[in-house]
């Protein structure tokens, strides 16, 4: 337990509880977004330049961004949250849970030692595994996010004006 | 084609740019206080007294008839008769103004002064660079500052001027004359022989 | 010349000598972010008198003219002036978020820097897995500090302005990113130095292999171009922080220093993604034809750079503000399906190489010509020519 890797273990857990006991939901966001830079130094730290680098492309980049204009744009910025009930004691108790479950895990898990001899791990490496042996997933994620964006598209659409049947406005109602 | 409208502007605007290190139509600022545009004739700011000749107290023109301190709209010209008289260029003795003053600071510049006096004694100057750090006496100015030879006025409005001009020469040429046919009638008088008695019946 | 090319990494490897050799790197660090943090922002300086001259002769007036040999240093007299400014923060705005949002604006363009060779072996941090990804990371990074000026600030307007500057931003990145994609894809690596030494090939006996030569560096580049004026919320794109549209958009209520601090961040961050598009498609440190290679490599770099900023200040004093829809409407309906057909055009471009070279260009010149045809037609269908009538 190095000493960077403690301020970074410190900063990740650290922005992870400000996230989720903040009162204001904007900061809750941006301390999830340190969090998740937090993230990826650790990756740095291990040498993993091209996932740290589109850790923070994609989850600082995109994914903060996203929970930001979901806030905003759900008008949830002004009113701080409400509990679920008086006590904390529900929610510790899931937290508790769900942190035994993954420690239950990761300890009984066999990871396989790094061997001395193992090839770096190196972009062209990345792609060309996802193009040969894992094309299967990397096309369903495309799939996905296709049928997320047309979904999003068809949503935010207007609905189609009728001149016999006026459009009905919900934010007028 | 989409673009070629952007490919035409940035000729435009390239013209421009270019032209503007030589072409004058290019670059129409006037780099003040540098550069000055020249002021055109009617251009008015705040009045001044007009003198002949070279002394500014025995040329000046106005009589203090007083016609432009009771017109003044904002009431900004003061000034006090003198008790003496002093010839004018006709000859004729007249009052003078021992003391004129007007408030640049309430002066509107509308020119009623110049308009109403007879005797073409006040004028508006063109000149705007008054600014001053004391807002009452700094803008309250006296008869001295606000003299100015004729040929100041014919280097501002030089049409007025010469008009103006012409007309005084006239009437001075005029009463030169009537002058000198008096002083001759008079003098042939004093000088004629006693008129010879008529037939006394 | 050879010396005067590499004076500068002769000079700092001169002064790294005279440090114990446990302190090397961190000295050799220090002299690279020194290089970056004085030249950088001297050149913002320079660039914005010269925008506002040059702007100013578009326009037909002088421009600023009184400071310093015809008014080139007044940089330096903005400067003064925004640094002694009073800093008013708005009595509800959020103070921590507000203080942080500039830095999250400045920093990551400074980042940027780090990684963009500026001339033969003159490159501050060189990745060779991942450089262009480093370079693409801290540009996105931008876009949360944008939206943390607007909302800590606690007024609609900034809001509204923070917004609308998002999703520029987001719209352009794809663009952005998929017209880099073909360099990547031709280049075989993600590193900006190996896409430079990409380029060194000679064509013909004198012309350089610059990616601008290729029918999808052609595309390419200006794609990346556009797509960089607008992440850079720079004219015509600049409706998030236009005067005359929304007061100043997501800076209204920073004042001083904090002000200084966007706008430099704003500039930083077009040199650096102008530097991005000369590394990529105009050569880098390279010079055009073989026959000029005895000028430095970095006077080359930032020759470039300087004649891009030329090119944006035009484009600025020539086009009118495109309206938030209409940048919309570009960005998706005709940038991102150029792009797309870029990829495959550079595609074309690989798997013909033994073709000649007029056969290829033909080739690739044919498939992006259609879909840009078809957009004219359905253009002009919606926007058919004006007539103009006038009062004799």
Redesign the interface.
């Known amino acids: 337990m190095s000493l960077p890797f403690a301020l970074l273990a410190g900063l990740i857990l650290g922005g992870a509880l400000a996230a989720v006991t903040c009162r204001?939901r904007?900061?809750a966001g941006?301390f999830l977004?340190l969090s998740l830079v937090g993230l990826a130094l650790v990756f740095l730290r291990l040498d993993a330049?091209?996932i740290g680098?589109?850790q923070?492309?994609v989850y600082?980049?995109?994914v903060?961004?996203l929970i930001?204009?979901a806030i905003?744009l759900t008008r949830g910025?002004e009113n701080p949250w409400e509990r679920l009930g008086n006590s904390p004691g529900f929610g510790i108790l899931l937290a508790v849970a769900v942190f035994s479950l993954l420690a239950w895990a990761l300890t009984s898990a066999s990871f396989p030692k790094a061997s001395e001899t193992a090839a770096a791990l190196?972009?062209?490496g990345v792609g060309d595994r996802l193009m040969r042996e894992y094309v299967l997933p990397l096309q369903a994620i495309g799939l996905l996010l296709t049928a997320a964006l047309i979904g999003a598209a068809v949503i935010a659409l207007p609905a189609p004006t009728n001149p016999t049947n006026p459009p009905t406005d919900p934010e007028s109602q | 084609m989409i673009g070629s409208g952007i490919l035409h502007g940035l000729a435009v605007t390239a013209k421009n740019f270019a032209g503007s290190f030589t072409d004058p139509a290019r670059l129409v600022t006037v780099g003040y206080p540098e550069e000055r545009l020249p002021p055109k004739e009617n251009a008015r700011q705040f009045p001044f007294l007009v003198f002949d000749g070279e002394d500014s107290e025995a040329g000046l023109r106005c009589v203090a008839c007083q016609i432009c301190e009771k017109e003044c709209p904002p009431q900004c010209i003061f000034i006090i008769k003198s008790k003496a008289k002093k010839p004018d260029h006709l000859g004729k003795p007249q009052f003078y103004p021992a003391t004129f003053d007007i408030d640049f600071s309430v002066c509107m510049s509308c020119q009623i002064c110049v308009e109403v006096c007879p005797f073409d004694a006040i004028k508006m100057d063109q000149e705007f660079e008054l600014a001053t750090a004391d807002r009452f006496d700094g803008l309250l100015r006296h008869k001295d500052r606000l003299a100015r030879p004729n040929s100041y006025f014919q280097k501002l409005h030089p049409t007025d001027a010469g008009a103006i001009d012409t007309l005084r020469a006239a009437e001075a040429e005029k009463a030169r004359i009537a002058a000198a046919a008096k002083a001759a009638a008079t003098a042939s008088e004093s000088t004629k022989p006693p008129a010879a008695p008529g037939p006394v019946s | 010349m050879d010396a005067l090319d590499a004076i500068f990494v002769t000079l700092k490897h001169l002064v790294v000598g005279w440090f114990p050799a446990l302190l090397q790197p961190w000295i050799s660090a220090l002299i690279s972010i020194g290089a970056i943090l004085a030249i950088f922002p001297l050149l913002f300086g320079l660039t914005t008198v010269l925008e506002r001259k040059a702007l100013a002769r578009i326009q037909n007036r002088p421009g600023p003219n009184r400071v310093g040999p015809a008014g080139f240093l007044q940089f330096v007299a903005d400067g003064i002036k925004s640094l002694t400014k009073e800093d008013i923060v708005p009595r509800a705005a959020?103070r921590v978020?507000h203080f942080l949002a500039p830095l999250v604006v400045v920093i990551p363009p400074l980042l940027a820097f780090a990684v963009l060779p500026v001339g033969r072996n003159m490159v501050a941090l060189d990745?060779r897995?991942?450089g262009l990804?480093?370079f693409?990371?801290v540009?996105?990074?931008v876009?949360?500090g944008v939206?943390?000026a607007g909302?800590s600030s606690h007024n609609k307007y900034s809001?509204l302005g923070a917004?609308r500057a998002?999703a520029q931003l987001?719209s352009y990145e794809l663009p952005l990113l998929l017209s880099t994609v073909p360099v990547v894809m031709l280049t075989?690596?993600?590193s900006l130095v190996g896409i430079v030494e990409k380029q060194s090939v000679v064509h013909g006996g004198f012309l350089m292999g610059w990616n601008l030569f290729t029918p999808w560096g052609a595309a390419g580049a200006v794609l990346f171009f556009i797509a960089a004026i607008a992440e850079a919320n720079r004219s015509p794109f600049d409706l998030p922080e236009a005067e005359s549209e929304i007061v100043a958009g997501y800076f209204t209520e920073y004042s001083g220093f904090k002000f200084a601090l966007f706008f430099l961040g704003e500039y930083l961050g077009l040199f650096a993604v102008s530097g991005l598009g000369i590394t990529l498609f105009l050569g880098g440190w390279l010079p055009p034809f073989s026959f000029l290679a005895w000028i430095p490599s970095w006077l080359w770099f930032f020759g470039k750079l300087a004649g891009l900023m030329v090119v944006f200040i035009w484009l600025r004093g020539t086009l009118p503000r495109l309206r938030m829809d209409q940048l919309m409407r570009f960005a998706w309906q005709f940038l991102l399906p150029m792009a797309l057909v870029n990829l495959l055009v550079a595609g074309l471009w690989h798997f013909t190489s033994p073709w000649p070279v007029a056969l290829r260009w033909l080739l690739g010149g044919a498939v992006l010509a259609a879909p840009y045809l078809m957009f004219n037609r359905a253009f002009e269908r919606r926007h058919p020519q004006r007539t103009y009538r006038y009062v004799s």
């Open positions: 204001a904007v900061h941006l977004a330049e091209f680098f589109v923070i492309l600082v980049g995109a903060a961004v930001v204009f905003l910025a190196t972009v062209r | 959020d978020v990745l897995e991942t990804l480093f693409l990371m540009g996105t990074a876009e949360l939206f943390m909302w809001l917004m998002l987001l075989g690596s993600l």
